[in-house]
């Protein structure tokens, strides 16, 4: 089993930055992708951004590119979310999500809330 643990929202103004952490811990494969997902208020959970752990690889959301960073601690296992120029739409709560090839083969995190506004 792993266990995602959530840390970093808030309520920040349009233009503002936030950092999201997801701390895993349990049964981890070197092999895993970590990331980011997103549910608004009447909406699908949609991803943000994610990272692989042996090669590196980030994929973004179009809406996202150029303003969120994901970033790795392999060590720390830890994965992050570094948010700029955030604004009223990036309102959520953001998931952790962890991915390998265990059973079950996604574990999810608590959520964390961010609310942009002024």
């Known amino acids: 089993q792993v266990q995602l643990v959530e840390s970093g929202g808030g309520l920040v103004q349009p233009g503002g930055s936030l950092r999201l952490s997801c701390e895993a811990s349990?049964?981890?494969?070197?092999?895993?992708?970590m990331g980011w997902y997103r549910q608004a208020p009447g909406k699908s959970r949609d991803l943000v951004a994610t990272?692989?752990?042996?090669?590196?690889?980030?994929n973004y959301a179009d809406s996202v590119k150029g303003r969120f960073t994901v970033s790795r601690d392999n060590a720390k296992k830890t994965v992050y979310l570094q948010m700029n120029s955030l604004q009223p739409e990036d309102t959520a709560v953001y998931y952790c999500?962890?991915?390998?090839?265990?059973?079950?083969?996604?574990?999810w995190g608590q959520g964390t809330q961010v609310t942009v506004s002024s």
């Open positions: 349990g049964s981890i494969f070197s092999l895993n992708v």
């Open positions: 990272h692989t752990s042996t090669t590196d690889i980030t």
């Open positions: 999500n962890l991915r390998q090839m265990s059973d079950p083969p996604d574990y």
